[in-house]
Structures are given as structure tokens and as C-alpha cells.
């Protein structure tokens, strides 16, 4: 196949000179290897062409551009915003425009069906203890359906076909021709959608999507933004192939072929939009992953990281003999739920940005583009990578093609490039000699721009690797496109790989694979049975019957099926969990055995006495139409190597400035070894071999690098503060609690902690000082440090002084008012980290646990007076001593609260005792994993140097807050010392009371809470620790640049809480509401004090069900509060929880609820100037008897609107019994239902920001009647649109500040 290859790179858009770029490549293909021309305006001869195959952007353009087909949804009645609200989590927790990508689809259609799945015949946690007399009492109307899972429903409801007719009429009448269907268990049973799909292709619409057909699996979200995009693309796509085809004479004879997301190919009658969106990274993928070999190489033995460096971002994946897939993913935030290769993308690239911002150095997200590019391509562009490597020598202008400047035929301006980069290093001199550093040259600044970029590629590559149990170490780095041969060699040391790879076609990677791939086709099939002797054989019948039908696909394209291979899957879970593993069947058939193997090296355990449940089944059958190429041995004694090109200077970080010969690649031969420094260049890439690298010529003239980690003298590390390592050691620190937070998810079996991500990770100082957070849930954020502190000075100066900490001891705790706790249910696992004996970091997760006992199930209970009724409430116990688990002790305080039956009516121990021990072990093992990453980097840096970078890290965080606080209090002509302040009320009326102290000398601030109201005779009484988590989110929230979140934002604060208030609770008071609804309402004090953006819906809307058996927990989004500049986001989560919510047919598959309706609250919003965001309307149907509770806040105070600005509706919540009458519940309060009864909840919207007519901000009146000068007004909305309204990118006020700075 070499021989044979002509490698060819052209602009992918030039309509000046052609029409469509791939086929312009053939026709100079063709002219090339026949001698002939082939004319531009001329049909090009497809005699001399057997097959085509085409990776194609143009499905991943449509979608990151939103250029793609009009198209409408239809959905189930209820559902029209769901995929509006998708999981309800924002996607940057300190973004105060919380921005997302709008839906796909123009309009929306309903469709009035239902299919209700019924009790069970035998008891079960669904079910309940009594199903059959349940089914008689409450029984469900409708016809009785089985699916091909065996799974039985009930048809309540078909569609309506002549309102459906009427209804897609409108939509063809808007010109909109293309049609998605997601209808709520179409995966079980597709019928409706059938009858819908008929209707639509009936009355004329071209492209009918229906989910059941894209991708039948449960999740009606993933699957409903699946067929959407199906929808939305692939009539786009099929344009563009009939555009493509058109310029040909006659492709009957000839195979046309497109690359999938997943790695084969398929014709292009089987090519849709939802499986093209990583048709050009996955042509790179399938062309590292075979031809990344070597003579002598061990295939089986062979682990490869992929590394794929473009322009604005860099992928990243790993193959070890087979394709590693993934089932859904996210790209533009859309989700596909489709096999998809598992690549990562991270935003650095060649075009990304440099900063120097408030003392540290960062790289991105901001990327340069093409246009204006990087300075260096005389477009007048921006500081980029590509400059660095410029200035470093390590690309030269004469090697490069000649295509910039306004005639497009100047070299790269060198010279810009270092003007540019010298006015980055005048600002980090200047800087630098306030704390007594020394100054830094150029190229000293260019190449810690460099190290920064190569530690945030690094970043998904751990996480890659580690996060499944692997060794990075061990694995290969295989290096392709443009940019990535001039980082390998740090990437690959780095991370202490040993070899990198890199492909004589590496520019041109995606286009190899891609004639590499196989011709593939799949099937795949719903299932709902316990994976074991008895429904094995049944399973294999199934598979059997896809496998025909995967292979007839490809015989119908030519193959013979004696040349087939097939992979057969059983997508498997534990009972109870809901993250399920794509087992390929093993030799000899064991799916349990594989399936059990690939969890304990993922997850670190297994299940013991859970079944395995089987939700799907998937063939995979693969055609091979191309062999593929053969390793050759390079010969012993190659000759002499060529002499360089060019003798140039070069910075290293080993060794600095020093001679460098560059080469030619076309000059060496086989066998040919260079030793580093050198800088090997071809016509598409440029490769640098670092000093202590070498590099290697294969037989094939492939290059491969030895690299060895330099003998470094930890004594020359130095502990004073240098931007470059600030910004190494805040990625370093993130990633260790990112990759904590990913153990724990991964290791635990709860839905809260699971699927609704309800926990947080971090790394704390041996003081307890936060030094990293994770992005998790910002409620947690400043509380944990005061979990550490106390755990600290309970066992060096409290009760447990004489027992004290040692090495193998795991510290539990959850106690509110004591301990640093948020409520009982948030559990809190503390790890010391030991280094010769003492401890010099702690690692700690907190993870909500779905129940943790007290008077309700969920303890959540609405109706809580005292602690007691809450649940097991621990201050400190050793979870594992010596390295031992301590299950019996743990057990006995989780069950302790039945003690207390004779005393408080109805209170129960844990009633989730299985699941609480697995979750713990998880956070065990979360730290774990926080622990190793922790001893590795002092390894790595010694102690006193990683030490010293905590504090610079929390130094650098604290300046930034010092500076918000001075500019502040300037803009809004304060005095040098004084004060502002702001008051909100909870819905009982107890005041918040914030004066906010400013003094401008030192950039501090006292916040003095004095005027809050008593503690109160309920459980809105919040624990000091929750206060500050409120504050120091705020704070974060307001700074104008990208800063790590750590205890440096609070070294600024002074805080005062009188004692005895609603913020700083006796021990005895409940607190469970203080977490998740008071939270919010000090966020809105904090925020409203500094006029920083309009109330969110300030509430979490917690609302649980269950009973003895079963227990559910969940979180409801509302409305965003808009800003200047912004309008709010409606159906999200705000400000102090960023928890998921369940997906409807999980929900109804694992609980005895029927989900009516779960959509926007259309004009709940506040109205202004900016609109605030509106609430959501989630309506619920029991099967059974449960008790229902519901915790809420903002159902008689309205979030506030700002400077004018209109306040929000606020919440209601609805009591719908099955005989008709309504009844309001209040905000807080448990009932008994019976089956068919429903609870509505109707959240509150977000607060205006500005007067909707037109007016000054002067004539806005707060809620609290107190007026607000018309000087003051205008001042504050000045300030703010200045620090907090990411107005031009919609996103943080750092990426704001990046804004203007584009500007």
C-alpha cells in the first residue's frame, strides 16, 4: 500500500478556485498518476476508480456552527422543553451568565400518547411489598403490551392522528420538512413513534427521524438530542454527498464510502448525521491505532496514547488492541448516543492564546484562530503557542510555506512574534520585581507558555490512563498532526513515557486510517433480564438474529461472508446502578467473568451478591477491504547522516539556548539515528528532538523517539514563587481532586452520587486549608475546610488527642454544627496524606447519601425541628483504622437514630445500609486514588517545594480577591473605608442581613451579618461552614479573571455571625433546609450587596419520595437571573447545587411514578431590560402508597429583580389528588399519597436586571422599600457591566475580561 500512497494537503474551503475540496484532490490525484488533465468545469472520469473513501466535517461544522437542516421535534405531551433543560446542570458553576447551546430543532410538537409501566407481579424495590393488591387498588386503565425485552406497559393513551395531522401541518407550512420523534419508552416499545413516522413521510416530510430506529436505548434525553441531530444533519450531509457525487461522470461502479464516529466506514445510503461527527477524528484514531509498529515490536503488549495536535485543540485517546467506544458523549451540547470512539478533546492547540493574568501564566481556552491566527501570520492576530515555538526557534520561517500576510505569499514574521512576546515579559518583569524576582528573557517566557500548554495536554491523558486503571507510563505515545511533533518529546517525558511514534504521514493521519478502516455495520437491541445460566441461551438466540442481519448489510455490499468478522456485546450492570459496561463476549463465552474483570480494573471492585443486569445487545461486523501494511527491518549500518539543512539556535528546557541542526526528512534513510538536540521537518509537520531524545528511522521512514527523563537535581528546585510553576502547580493540584472526583463517581453505586453527581473532592493544607477544589458542587466548597479543621483539632488538642492520627487511618464525619458538616446526609471522608511520618496534605470527598435515617426516607425530612429527627449525626469516627474498614462501628452509628423511636415517633436508622457502606468505601477509595497522586507529585518536586506552591497558589488567589474588593469600592465612589449593604428575607420572614466593609488600603472586607434573624424552630438554620461556602463562592463568582478556587479567597474576609442566628445554629437545631435553600439566599445577599446580577430562583426545589424500601432524592432546577448583558437561563441550576436530574424513562423504570410533565414555566421570569430565566413545571403520578416530601424555599418572597429590573414568580407547589381537587402544600411538607395521586411543583424564575421600558436604573425601588440613588444605581450597573457580564463570549467574568481584551 505504501508504494502507492500520494499524499496530498489542499485548503478544505477555496471557492475561488473550486468548488468542493475533496473532490479537487481526486482530480489532481488523477492527473498526477495518469499524466493527463482532467479539466475543473469538466464531470471527472471515474474509469481509472474503484472506491472513495471520505472523512467529512461537514455534520461537525453544521453543529458547532448550527448550520444545519430546519427541523422540529416531535415529543411525548409534557416533554416539549426537555431537551431545553436537558440534565439541568451548568456546565461553569462560576459563570454568572450561565450560557448553553440552544436546541436544534425550530419548533416543537406534542403528541398526547402514554405508556405507563406497571407494577410487577412480585415483590420488588419498585414493586413494593404488596403489588398485586396495589394493581387491584389503584389500577391502570389501558391496553396491556409486551416488548422484545419481555417487559410489560400500558397503552393509556394513542396518539391522536388527526390533531397530530393538523399540528404537522403548521410545521410543513413553515417550510420545515425534516422531522425528529423521541416519544417517552420508544425504545420498548416503538409503535407510536411508527404510527407517527408513517404520518410524517406520508404527508411529505423528506427526513423522519425516529429514536426508536436511531438508537433504541433507554434515556429519553441522550436519545431525543440523538434523533434530533439526526434529523438536523443528516439531510445537510445527504446535500453535500449528491454535491460531491455530482462532479463525477457515473459512481455506479465505484465504492463510496464514509468514515464513522466509530471507526468504520459505511455507503453512503447507510451514512447518517448522528454517527458522522467525528468522521475526521476518527480516521485519525483508526490510522495511529494500525500502523503505530515497529520491527520487533510486541502487537500484543503494544498501549498507545493517541495525540492528535491541531490548531485550536488537541485529542486525545487510547488503543490497546481494540477500539475503545463510548455510548454517549457531548460535542457543541448536543449529546449522541451512538458508538462513538473515545476521544477527548482539550482547548490547546497551536492557535491558542497566551496570557499573563494577576501573576500566573495561562494558555487558553481563547483560541487565534486561522484568522486573525497567531501574530506571527501578519493578520495583525494575537499572542498564540505557535509564536512561542517561533521565538523558540523551533519552527523556521524558511521550512514553512510562504502563505501569510495580505498577498498570502510572505513567511512567518519571526520578528512579531518576539515584539509580542517581549510585551508579555515586560509585564512579568514588572510584576516580578515587587516580590524581589528576577527578570525573565523572552524566550525564558516563551518556554513557560510552552510547559503550561504541555501540562493542560497532559491533563486528559492522566485522566485517560489512570482513571481506568492503567499505567501511563507504559503506553507509547503515538504523535500526528500539525503541531504535535513539536511537543511530543515534553508530553511524553512528562508523563514519563519511554518511546513516541510518530507516522511519516502524520499530517496526513486521519487520511490513512480512514483507507484503513473497515467497511462496518451494526445492530443493536433493547433488554431487560438478569444476565445468568437460564437467559444466556435466550440472549444468544438474539445476538445470533443481529449478527444475520449485521452481516447481510455487508454482503449487500460485495463481501463474501466467509470474510466477515463479527463482535458480539452484552451492555451490561449491576442491579441497582446505573452505569453499564459494554462487555465483548470473551473466549469461551463467560460474559459475567468479563464483565466482572473490566469493573475491578475500572472501578476497583465488584459487587458481591448484586445480579448483572443486561440492558442491550450489539453486533459488530466488519469487512477488511484493505490489507494492511507490513513492518519491515531497518538495515544494520544505514550510512552516514545527511548533512543538516540548516545549523540554527534553539531553546530547551535542558540546556536553554544552543545549536541545533535541522533536517530534512526526506534526506534520511532507513536506520538513520539523530540524536537531540535537532529539529527534524517535513512538508506538512516539524518534529523536536529535545536534548537526552533520540530519534530513529524505521524501515517504513516512520520516526520513533527514545526519551530519557534527565538526571534533574531536586536541589536545584526552587520553592520561591515563579509564574511558569504557578500555573504547572494549579493544574497539578485541580487535577488531583478532578481525578478524586472521577474515582468516586466511577466507584460508587448511589444515584446521587453516581448519576446526580451530588459530591465534591479536594486537597487541603496540612492546616486543613482548601488548597484545590474540584468544579463540583459549590455548596461543599467552603465547608470542607471546616470539616478538616475540625477533624485537625479533635485529635491534636480535642477528645481525641491521646488516640491522635496515624498512617492508615480514614477519618467520617457529617455533624453541621460541630464539625463543619453541610447537613447529615452530606457525608465527609477525610484522608491525611503522610510524608516521613507527618502529615503534610489532607485529601477529603463528601457525597450526599440517599439516606442516612431520621423521620422520613431521603432525611430530608420538610417538617424537621431538631437534629435528632434528621438522621445519624457523627462528629468524628475512624472509618479505617490500621488500614482496616470498621463496618460493624459504622454500621451501629447509621442505625443509631432507631434508638430514639420511644421519644421521637417514626424515626428510623439508616434504611440504605448497603448502599451507604459501598458509597464510603467509595470515597475511600476516591481519596485513595488523591493520595497516590499527592505522593507522586512530592516525588516528583520534593515537599518543601510543593508545599511552598500551596501557599503561592492561595497567595495568588487572595490578590485577586484584594483586587476586586479595591476596584469595588472605587467604582462606586466609596469612602477609603466604608460600607454597603443588602437585606433578603427566607419565606418564614427571618432577615439576612449583610453589611459588606470595604477597606481599600489592604483591598480587605469585613462582612457582618448582625440584623439576621434568631435561630429558627425548623431547619432553614444554616451552620457557619455553609456561609462560607455562600461567601467564598460569591467571591469567586466576581473575580474578573480565571483563579483557582482556594482558602486565599477568603484570607482577604473577615467574617462576623452573631451567635444564636439563623447562620450559626445551636447544636441542637435542625439544619437540613440551612444547606440547600439558606445557601441560596446568602448567595442573593452576597450578590446583591456588590449589585453583581438579579436573584436566581434561590431554592434547590429538594423533593424526595419513598418508604421503607426505597428511597429517591432529587433537586429541581428554575430560573437563572439575567445580568448586564444577559438574559437569564431558564430551566437550569443556580449559584450553590449544579446537581443532574434523572432521566424520565430511568426514573419510571426504577421507581412506581408516572413523569406527566417536566417543562419550562413560561413567563415566570422576571421582565426587564435583561429577562430573568423561568422555572420548571415537573408533575409526578404515584403507582402506590409512598410518602412524599417536598423542601422549599422562595413559595412566598419573590427573587429580586435589579436596578430596575422585575422580580421573578415565585414557586408553587401542588397537591393533585386523583379525584380532582388541588391543594397547595406549602413550601415545606411531607404527605402520604395513594396511587394516582400527583404532585405538581412549579419552581420559581430568575429576576429581571434593568427597567423594561425605557428609564433610568434610579427609579427602581428594592423589595425591602429602600431606595437606591440614582448616582449609586448608575455607578453599581457601571461596575458590573465592567467585572461581571460576559456579554461578548456569554460566559464568566474572566472569559468577559477576555473579551474586552479582544476587543
Known amino acids: ?481 500539525g503541531a504535535g511533533g513539536q511537543h511530543a518529546c515534553a508530553i511524553a517525558r512528562a508523563l514519563g513515557m519511554r518511546t513516541i511514534f510518530i507516522h511519516r504521514y502524520s499530517g496526513i493521519l486521519s487520511a490513512v486510517g480512514i483507507g484503513l478502516a473497515d467497511v462496518v455495520a451494526e445492530e443493536q437491541a433493547p433488554a431487560a433480564e438478569a444476565l445468568d445460566d437460564a437467559s444466556l441461551e435466550g440472549l444468544n438466540k438474539r445476538l445470533n438474529t443481529l449478527e444475520s442481519a449485521a452481516k447481510e448489510k455487508l454482503v449487500e455490499q460485495g463481501f463474501n461472508k466467509d470474510e466477515l468478522n463479527t463482535e458480539r456485546f452484552l451492555n451490561l450492570r449491576y442491579d441497582g446502578t446505573d452505569v453499564p459496561v459494554m462487555t465483548l463476549c470473551p473466549e469461551g463465552g463467560d460474559f459475567a467473568q468479563a464483565f466482572e474483570e473490566t469493573y475491578k480494573r475500572e472501578f476497583g471492585f465488584v459487587l458481591e451478591q448484586r445480579s448483572i443486569i443486561v440492558d442491550d445487545l450489539r453486533v459488530r461486523a466488519t469487512g477488511k477491504a484493505v490489507p494492511l501494511p507490513e513492518v519491515g527491518e531497518a538495515p544494520v549500518d544505514p550510512g552516514q547522516l545527511p548533512k543538516p539543512d540548516k545549523l540554527t539556535k534553539a531553546y530547551f528546557e535542558i540546556g536553554g539556548l544552543q545549536d541545533t541542526p535541522a533536517y530534512l526528512l526526506k534526506n534520511f534513510k532507513p536506520g538513520h539515528r539523530i540524536a537531540g538536540p535537532a529539529i527534524l521537518i517535513d512538508e506538512i509537520s516539524t518534529i523536536v528532538v529535545e536534548p537526552q531524545c533520540t530519534a530513529e528511522v524505521t524501515a517504513n521512514m516512520d520516526i520513533k523517539l527514545d526519551v530519557q527523563r534527565p538526571a534533574t537535581s531536586k536541589e536545584d528546585l526552587l520553592t520561591e514563587c515563579d509564574p511558569v510553576q504557578l500555573a504547572i502547580f494549579s493544574h497539578r493540584f485541580m487535577g488531583i481532586a478532578e481525578q478524586m472526583g472521577r474515582t468516586l463517581q466511577r466507584t460508587s453505586i448511589s444515584v446521587n452520587i453516581k448519576e446526580r453527581l451530588d459530591f465534591s473532592c479536594a486537597l487541603f493544607g496540612p492546616d486543613g486549608a482548601l488548597v484545590a477544589n474540584a468544579p463540583h458542587l459549590p455548596v461543599h466548597l467552603g465547608a470542607m475546610s471546616e470539616a478538616n479543621r475540625f477533624q485537625l483539632w479533635y485529635y491534636t488538642e480535642g477528645p481525641g488527642k491521646k488516640e491522635g492520627i496515624q498512617e492508615g487511618d480514614v477519618l467520617v464525619s457529617n455533624h453541621p454544627q460541630q464539625a463543619g458538616g453541610s447537613h447529615l446526609p452530606d457525608i465527609t471522608v477525610i484522608t491525611p496524606v503522610f510524608n516521613q511520618g507527618k502529615i503534610v496534605f489532607f485529601v477529603a470527598s463528601r457525597g450526599h447519601h440517599q439516606d442516612v435515617g431520621g423521620i422520613t426516607p431521603g432525611s430530608m425530612p420538610p417538617m424537621s425541628h431538631t437534629l435528632a429527627e434528621e438522621g445519624a449525626a457523627i462528629l468524628s469516627f475512624k472509618l479505617v483504622k490500621g488500614g482496616k474498614f470498621q463496618e460493624e462501628g459504622i454500621t451501629q452509628l447509621l442505625m443509631a437514630p432507631a434508638d430514639l423511636r420511644d421519644t421521637i415517633p417514626g424515626i428510623s436508622g439508616t434504611r440504605a445500609l448497603n448502599d451507604n457502606l459501598s458509597d464510603m468505601k467509595a470515597q475511600v477509595a476516591s481519596n485513595f486514588k488523591g493520595i497516590g497522586l499527592v505522593t507522586a507529585l512530592i516525588e516528583e518536586y520534593t515537599l518543601e517545594v510543593v508545599q511552598a506552591y500551596m501557599h503561592h497558589i492561595q497567595a495568588n488567589a487572595e490578590q485577586a480577591v484584594r483586587e476586586l474588593l479595591r476596584d469595588f469600592s472605587k467604582s462606586q465612589n466609596l469612602k477609603e473605608v466604608d460600607t454597603v449593604s443588602a437585606e433578603e428575607h427566607m419565606d418564614d420572614g427571618t432577615p439576612i442581613h449583610l453589611a459588606v466593609t470595604i477597606d481599600r488600603r489592604d483591598g480587605s472586607a469585613l462582612l457582618d451579618f448582625e440584623g439576621t434573624g434568631p435561630e429558627v424552630f425548623g431547619n432553614t438554620n444554616a451552620p457557619p461552614a455553609v456561609t462560607y461556602s455562600a461567601i467564598i463562592y460569591s467571591l469567586r463568582c466576581m473575580v474578573p479573571q480565571e483563579i483557582p478556587l482556594n482558602q486565599g479567597c477568603l484570607a482577604p474576609i473577615t467574617v462576623r455571625i452573631p451567635p444564636q442566628c439563623l447562620l450559626s445554629p445551636s447544636t441542637e437545631a435542625a439544619v437540613v433546609g440551612g444547606n440547600v435553600l439558606t445557601s441560596q439566599r446568602v448567595t442573593d445577599v452576597v450578590l446583591k450587596c456588590f449589585k453583581a446580577a438579579a436573584a436566581s430562583q434561590g431554592c434547590m426545589n429538594n423533593f424526595t419520595f419513598g418508604d421503607d424500601n426505597i428511597t429517591y432524592y432529587e433537586t429541581i432546577a428554575g430560573g437563572a437571573g439575567a445580568g448586564p448583558g444577559w438574559q437569564g437561563r431558564s430551566g437550569v441550576h443556580t449559584h450553590m447545587t449544579n446537581t443532574r436530574i434523572t432521566d424520565p424513562e430511568i426514573l419510571e423504570r426504577r421507581y412506581p411514578v408516572v413523569l406527566h410533565d417536566f417543562s419550562l414555566r413560561q413567563g415566570s421570569g422576571g421582565a426587564g431590560k435583561f429577562k430573568g430565566g423561568d422555572g420548571v413545571i415537573r408533575e409526578m403520578e404515584y403507582l402506590r402508597p409512598l410518602t412524599c416530601s417536598i423542601l422549599s424555599e422562595r413559595r412566598t418572597f419573590r427573587p429580586y429583580g435589579l436596578l430596575g429590573g422585575h422580580p421573578a414568580l415565585p414557586g408553587l407547589n401542588l397537591l393533585l389528588h386523583s379525584d380532582g381537587r388541588r391543594v397547595n402544600m406549602g413550601g415545606k411538607t411531607t404527605v402520604q399519597v395513594k396511587g394516582g395521586d400527583r404532585i405538581q411543583i412549579c419552581t420559581p424564575g430568575g429576576g429581571g436586571f434593568g427597567a423594561p421600558e425605557e428609564g433610568e436604573a434610579a427609579d427602581y425601588i428594592e423589595g425591602d422599600k429602600k431606595g437606591l440613588d440614582r448616582a449609586v444605581a448608575d455607578r453599581a450597573g457601571r461596575w458590573v457591566k465592567e467585572h461581571s457580564a460576559p456579554v461578548a463570549t456569554g460566559g464568566s467574568v474572566a472569559r468577559y475580561t477576555s473579551a474586552a481584551e479582544q476587543a
Open 1 to 481: 500500500m505504501h508504494a502507492c500512497i500520494r499524499a496530498l494537503k489542499l485548503l478544505s474551503v477555496d471557492p475561488d478556485n473550486y468548488p468542493d475540496a475533496p473532490r479537487e484532490g481526486i482530480r489532481r490525484i488523477l492527473e498526477q498518476l495518469t499524466g493527463k488533465k482532467h479539466p475543473r468545469n469538466e464531470k471527472l472520469d471515474t474509469s481509472r476508480i474503484s472506491s472513495i473513501r471520505m472523512g467529512t466535517t461537514v455534520a461537525t461544522n453544521a453543529l458547532l456552527e448550527r448550520k444545519g437542516e430546519r427541523s422540529a421535534l416531535v415529543t411525548t405531551k409534557g416533554f416539549k422543553d426537555l431537551l431545553y433543560i436537558g440534565n439541568q446542570a451548568r456546565p461553569r458553576i462560576f459563570d454568572l451568565e450561565i450560557k448553553l447551546q440552544d436546541v436544534l430543532y425550530e419548533t416543537v410538537v406534542e403528541v398526547d400518547e402514554q405508556i405507563v409501566l406497571p407494577l410487577g407481579d412480585e415483590p420488588s424495590k419498585r414493586s413494593g411489598k404488596n403489588p398485586k393488591q396495589d394493581s387491584q387498588d389503584y389500577p391502570i386503565e389501558g391496553k396491556r403490551i409486551t416488548s422484545q425485552t419481555g417487559e410489560v406497559g400500558i397503552v393509556r393513551r394513542s396518539p391522536d392522528m388527526d390533531s397530530l395531522r393538523k399540528a404537522l401541518q403548521g410545521v410543513l407550512d413553515k417550510g420545515i420538512s425534516s422531522l425528529a420523534v423521541c416519544l417517552k419508552h420508544s425504545f420498548l416499545f416503538p409503535e407510536h413513534e411508527q404510527q407517527v413516522g408513517q404520518l410524517a413521510s406520508a404527508m411529505g416530510f423528506t427526513q423522519v427521524s425516529l429514536s426508536s430506529l436511531v438508537m433504541p436505548m433507554v434515556k429519553m434525553v441522550p436519545r431525543g438530542y440523538t434523533a434530533a441531530a439526526d434529523a438536523y444533519l443528516t439531510p445537510h450531509i445527504m446535500r453535500y454527498i449528491e454535491t460531491f457525487q455530482s462532479g463525477f461522470s457515473d459512481l455506479k461502479e465505484v465504492q463510496l464510502s464514509f468514515m464513522q464516529s466509530d471507526g468504520g466506514l459505511a455507503p453512503t445510503n447507510r451514512f447518517s448525521g448522528h454517527r458522522a461527527v467525528l468522521s475526521g477524528p476518527a480516521g485519525g484514531y483508526v490510522g495511529y491505532a494500525l500502523t503505530t509498529k515497529w520491527h520487533g515490536y510486541n502487537a500484543d503488549k503494544l498501549q498507545l496514547i493517541g495525540f492528535d495536535m491541531g490548531g485550536t485543540s488537541t485529542d486525545v485517546s487510547r488503543y490497546a488492541g481494540n477500539y475503545e467506544h463510548v455510548f454517549e458523549s457531548s460535542l457543541a451540547g448536543v449529546t449522541i448516543q451512538a458508538p462513538q470512539l473515545d476521544i477527548n478533546t482539550v482547548a490547546a492547540g497551536g492557535g491558542s492564546r497566551l496570557f499573563f493574568r494577576a501573576g500566573i501564566f495561562q494558555v487558553g481556552p481563547e483560541s487565534a484562530g486561522a484568522h486573525p491566527g497567531p501574530v506571527c501570520y501578519r493578520k495583525k492576530g494575537y499572542p498564540a503557542i505557535t509564536d512561542a515555538n517561533l521565538v523558540l526557534g523551533r519552527i523556521l520561517p524558511e521550512f514553512f510555506p510562504s502563505i501569510f500576510g495580505e498577498d498570502e505569499k510572505q513567511p512567518l514574521d519571526a520578528a512579531a512574534s518576539k515584539e509580542a512576546l517581549k510585551k508579555i515579559t515586560d509585564q512579568v518583569n514588572e510584576q516580578g520585581k515587587a516580590s524581589g524576582q528576577p527578570d525573565k528573557s523572552v524566550e525564558e517566557v516563551a518556554m513557560g507558555f510552552i510547559k503550561v500548554a504541555n501540562e493542560t495536554m497532559c491533563r486528559p491523558i492522566r485522566a485517560l490512563t489512570q482513571m481506568k486503571g492503567y499505567d501511563v507510563a507504559a503506553h507509547t505515545l503515538a504523535c500526528f498532526g
